[in-house]
């Protein structure tokens, strides 16, 4: 009696495992009685004792006559940080991407991407939060319009038209961040198994981003100039992906910028392959002078816009928008009223418009350049003497992507540096092929402390190389 229990408990937790697996899926019919007696080497009485304890529990419903089904309640989720094999912790986005934002303010963060809170402008914020307290209470109470707010969409549209962008409102809609606005077109023109081209290296969270649409992603290698186009145009022949996601100005993180002969044969062989392309210019305010923009030299036929304001004024306060074409817009509109109900905060969006409408803005951001520059140059020599130098010196932003001392692992400084308090953000974090173990970026503006220099110093001295 107890060796066929022991069976029956084997065959249930056969079943539990495929099940687990998605080797089977909710609605698929198990086999026959018979024919899984034969294939496990058991009798047709133990596997019927299997099932009616799996009935039992949830895991498979009987239908008469029809056989024993996977219920839809037997599939536990997928935690999107198992949708591709176990990485170190060290160089998982999820991992750094919560050490950047959960650890207190002691923890030390030259791997975090954002400005220290007194490089923004909170005399600004301050005001615009004491003119909100002012506004109608429909402001104040209501749900946003489903296109967001019109001020702020103007804004951008005379923003757009300096650059010889002249689109209508109809192509422009707010979100609730430059992540969202993503996530929406991800939602809107992708579905599970289409092929994502990144830039490798690339802005981790991308990756992340289309792991939980269950896409494929194909790193291209990223050079000084843009995308290495010849891989690129590979790429498309050999893979046919359906969207393309890239930051075009001061990259991230790289900090290069697209060159004007890169961007014009990306745009042909986008075209040549029906490749649509979302270009995040997040970055857009840092730069010095503008660079050459896809989304100027296509005029929205197959390139879509997507930013914010979170790096450059305020991440508590946060507003994204897209720019495309104007059909692509009512689609994501309705999209947005799917997932959100609305636009985003009015609150947050009138706060937003009222800083970005005043002339202090362009003040700041024309400090804040200047600020960035020194900033850029002293982190760079404080790098230099431990052997750690810019592949590139970028024009603007606050990023260096630096090699490591050959041999050196940046995963391994980064374990080392974490026992210390100090969250760093190792190369293949960035990278869909895993080839950037020799690289790391520093965000210059919070690495300034000295014990950033000890522990990095101690760390290179330690770690093997």
Partial sequence: MLRETTRTEDLMQTIRQRVASRAISPGDRLPSVRSFADSMGVSPSTVVEAYDRLVAEGLIRARRGSGFYVTGAAVPPIPIGELEPRRDRAIDPFWVSRQSLDTDAAVLKPGCGWLPADWLPQGAIRRGLRALARAEDDTLANYGGTRGSQVLRRHLLGRFAEEGLDIGPEQIMLAGSGTQAVDLV???????????????????????????HHVRIIGVPYTHQGPDIMAFEAALAAERPRLYITNSALHNPTGASLSPQTA??????????????????????????????????????????????????????????IAARADWIEGLVDLQVATNFGGPSPMATELIAGILSGGGYRRHMAELRQRLTHAREECAERLATLGITPSVMPRGGFYLWCSLPDGQDSADIARFCMQRDIVLAPGNVFSASQNAAGFMRFNVTQTRDERIFTALADSLRSTPS
């Fill in 186 to 212: 991800c939602r809107y023109l992708l579905r599970p198994g289409d092929t994502v081209l990144v830039d490798d290296p690339g802005y981790f969270n991308f990756q992340a981003l289309l792991r939980a």
């Fill in 264 to 321: 014009h044969r990306l745009l042909s062989a986008a075209a040549a392959h029906d490749l649509t392309i979302i270009e995040d210019d997040i970055f857009t305010d840092f730069e010095p002078s503008p660079s050459p923009r896809l989304a100027v030299l296509d005029g929205f036929e197959r390139v879509i816009r997507v930013g914010s304001f979170s790096k450059s004024l305020s991440a508590a306060s946060r507003c994204g928008y």
